[in-house]
Every structure is written in structure tokens, then in C-alpha cells.
């Protein structure tokens, strides 16, 4: 075997993401590509250096473990769940419950009757399969889409075409019960802004919450995806630190599931000026982010710029569609950027003893 080369790049031991986290009570982690760690010894060897916490990018959604309606493909789930155990590292799961990486077999096979059932049983095989191994699980993601014109302001999903909104609770009961220690976790996106589309998307996320709470739904925590923009025309500020207070005294813990940064909105093509913008929209993104008592984790969705999805689609670079986004913390070779420093020193910043 072929021994991983030598870190002529990011900083390990007590120089890594995870120290500096785990010294201020956080957890460090990020999204990861299966078939990387397994091709990749030095993506795998990053991982298990920086973080200490995981999330599958796509293996454990439907698409990924339901290769037919009476098929559950758990190869790639565990693989990952080996890897972090074998390194001290927590898995979180990602996700029981959303509109999209739904399997191809799904629309022509579950309806109205069966819906409820397909859900439940998805859950609990899922939820059993890793019971007692995950760290905490996206129950449900994005169910909050206003523009759909529901009064409750709730996504017009395949879930609540066939089950109306109860989907949403339905999901929480089941997985408390397939995984009682697992922090049952609801996961949106757009609630970062100081303006009126992310302002609304908070007011309906808090009514949902707080129904759900109302009705003795088991849930433990809200993930903030925090895809975030620099060179965004708008602020962030008072409206997530008011959402973020709203959570607290809700008594819900805060993790930050999917961070990165969109650079598609700069306006120069300089790779330094690009990689400052950016790192100093992780910094002031995290300054308040991390002031906030709840907030119990950060993960970035994804590892080094060679593999960020906003690189993954023509759709997802509108405005700069020959220039690959730089929007992570390791550059191609694994270098760490500027980004990397100035996520350490958020951690570092953080006021320790709050937790
Ligand atoms: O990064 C993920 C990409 O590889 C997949 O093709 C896509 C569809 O499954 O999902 C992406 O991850 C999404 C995450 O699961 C939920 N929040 C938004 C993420 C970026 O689209």
C-alpha cells in the first residue's frame, strides 16, 4: 500500500479545526463524498486530521439507500460510519425526509395509502440500521418554501402532496423512536439575510417550530445550512441573532450543517482578492453566528474547491460560468486558504464556557 504523502498541506494536531473547536466547546466538521474516502488517501487523511464530526453529502439520502422500494444499499452509509468511528470522529445523518434525491422507482410506486407506511418503515429501517452511531439526524429538510402560496407557508413537497403537513411530525415521532439518542434535528436553508424573503422564511420556521413544540413533538435541535454569499448586496445581522435567540429559549440547539461561500457575485477574477473576500465572509458570517450560547456546531458542506457542488452545475454559476467557485477551505492540492485561518480564529474568538 501506498503511504498517504506528507502534509505539504493543512495543519494537523493542535493546529487543526477540530482542536481549536473542541477548546471552545464546538464541534468542526464537514460533508463528505464517499467515493473520495475511499479513492483519496489524502482527502481521507484530511478528514480524519480536521474534524471531528461528518455528514454524508448524499449517501444517506433515499436515492442512495433505496436502489428499489424493497431495497435498502447501506454500503456506503457504513462506510463512512466505520471511517469516523475507527478516527474518534461523530456522524450526523442526513436526511430522513425531503423533496429532492427522492429514487427514480418513488412518484409511480407510493400514493396517498401507502405514503404514511413507505415513511415509517424508511425511518425505522434507516434510523435502526444506525442506532446508537449518529450523532444527530436531519429528520426533516427544507420544508419551508412561502413562495408556494400555502398559508402556513409550508413547501408544497412530494411529502405533503401525499400526506398534507402531519409528514412533519409523523417523521419526528418515528425517528425518536428508531434512535432515541440521536438530537433530532429540522434543517432549512435561507434564514441568514436581513431581508424579506430570509425574514419570512424565519417567521415560518418558527411557527413550525413552535406548533411542533406545542404538540409535544420530539425534536432536539435546528440546523442552519448557512450557504452564504460574498459580495451579497444584503446584510447578516439582527434577523439571525433574533432567529437564534427565538431557537434558545425554544430550548432547541443550533448547529451549522452546510456552510460555504458563493463567490459568483464578485466582480474580480483575482484568486487572492477572491480567497480574501471569501475568508472574510466566513469571519464575520461565524463572529456573529458563534455568539450565539446554542450554537453546538459548524460544518462545511464539503472539504476542498475541487469538489464543492456550487461547482457542480452551469445552473450554479450563473455570472461566472468559466471561473470555478473557491468557495471551501482547502484549495485543489488540499492547501489550506485563507478561508481555513479565518474559520481557526472564529473558533479561537469564541468566549469559552458558554456551552
Ligand atoms: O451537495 C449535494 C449534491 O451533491 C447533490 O447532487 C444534491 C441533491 O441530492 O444535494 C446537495 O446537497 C444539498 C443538501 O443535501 C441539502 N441542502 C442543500 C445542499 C446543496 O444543494
Not at 475511499?38 to 480536521?50: K, P
Not at 450543517?257 to 466566513?282: G, K
Not at 492540492?333 to 474568538?349: G, L, V, W
Amino acid at each position: 500500500a501506498q503511504t498517504p504523502p506528507e502534509a505539504a498541506f493543512a495543519i494537523p494536531g493542535s493546529g487543526s479545526l477540530r482542536e481549536h473547536a473542541r477548546a471552545h466547546g464546538l464541534l468542526a466538521g464537514a460533508a463528505v463524498n464517499i467515493q473520495l474516502l475511499a479513492s483519496d488517501q489524502i482527502y481521507a487523511r484530511v478528514l480524519a486530521e480536521q474534524y471531528n464530526i461528518l455528514v454524508a453529502e448524499n449517501a444517506m439520502k433515499w436515492s442512495a439507500l433505496r436502489p428499489a422500494a424493497d431495497k435498502y444499499a447501506f454500503e456506503q452509509g457504513d462506510a463512512l460510519v466505520s471511517f469516523a468511528e475507527s478516527h474518534q470522529i461523530k456522524v450526523r445523518g442526513h436526511n430522513f425526509v425531503w423533496h429532492e434525491a427522492l429514487p427514480d422507482w418513488f412518484s409511480a410506486t407510493v400514493t396517498k395509502d401507502n405514503a404514511k407506511q413507505f415513511l415509517v418503515d424508511h425511518i425505522m429501517a434507516v434510523g435502526g440500521h444506525y442506532k446508537g452511531k449518529i450523532h444527530s439526524w436531519d429528520v426533516v429538510n427544507e420544508a419551508v418554501l412561502p413562495k408556494d402560496g400555502r398559508p402556513d407557508g409550508l413547501r408544497k413537497s412530494p411529502w405533503m402532496e401525499l400526506l398534507g403537513p402531519d409528514y412533519i411530525d409523523t417523521a419526528f415521532r418515528t425517528a425518536r423512536q428508531a434512535d432515541p439518542h440521536a438530537l433530532l434535528t429540522y434543517n432549512e436553508y435561507g434564514v441568514e439575510y436581513d431581508n424579506d424573503e430570509d425574514a419570512e422564511r424565519r417567521a415560518v420556521t418558527l411557527q413550525l417550530l413552535r406548533r411542533m413544540k406545542s404538540a409535544n413533538v420530539p425534536i432536539d435541535a435546528v440546523g442552519i445550512q448557512s450557504h452564504i454569499k460574498a459580495g451579497s448586496p444584503f446584510t447578516i445581522g439582527r434577523g439571525l441573532q433574533d432567529y437564534m435567540a427565538s431557537l434558545r429559549q425554544m430550548g432547541l440547539k443550533i448547529l451549522v450543517t452546510e456552510l460555504d461561500v458563493n463567490e459568483d457575485d464578485l466582480p474580480y477574477d483575482d484568486v487572492a482578492q477572491r480567497d480574501h473576500a471569501i475568508a472574510e465572509t466566513y469571519r464575520n458570517y461565524l463572529s456573529i453566528v458563534l455568539a450565539e450560547p446554542s450554537v453546538t456546531a459548524v460544518l462545511t458542506w464539503g472539504v476542498s474547491d475541487s469538489h464543492t457542488w456550487l461547482n457542480s452545475g452551469p445552473t450554479h454559476h450563473k455570472k461566472q460560468p468559466d471561473r470555478p467557485q473557491r468557495a471551501l477551505l482547502f484549495d485543489d492540492a488540499y492547501q489550506p486558504k485563507e478561508a481555513f485561518f479565518a474559520i481557526r480564529d472564529s473558533f479561537d474568538n469564541r468566549k469559552s464556557g458558554r456551552l
